[in-house]
């Protein structure tokens, strides 16, 4: 008998959705690995999808994207931390 975790794993698998699945845990990761790397300024974020292998954040102004830029290194390895599975390499900050 399987466990649930491997009929999940396989039956999306078979959907041919694990990997958009794997993609969106990155986008549910988000606040608590920002917070995690930048405080309460994470809040003033959002992020909107994954792109490929690229999650898109937007952020408050331009000032913000380029000072958020300068940590994306941290605060893409905290997300990788928190959604392993997501194959997030890059983080994008687009100004609203």
């Known amino acids: ?14 959907l041919g959705i694990s990997r958009d699945v794997a993609k969106a845990s990155a986008v549910r990761a988000w606040p608590a690995a920002a ?14 999808r994954v792109d490929g292998d690229t999650l898109v954040v ?3 102004s331009p000032v913000v994207a380029q000072e958020l830029r300068l940590r994306s290194e941290d605060i893409r390895a905290e997300l990788t931390r928190m959604a392993p599975d997501a194959g997030v ?3 994008r900050f687009v100004p609203r």
Request: one cysteine or more; hydrophobic letters at 40%.
């Open 89 to 91: 390499r890059h983080v």
């Open 58 to 60: 937007t952020v408050p």
């Open 35 to 48: 917070r995690s790397c930048i405080g309460e300024d994470a809040s003033r974020t959002r992020a909107l």
């Open 1 to 14: 008998m399987r466990s649930l975790t491997e009929t999940l794993r396989v039956t999306l698998a078979a």
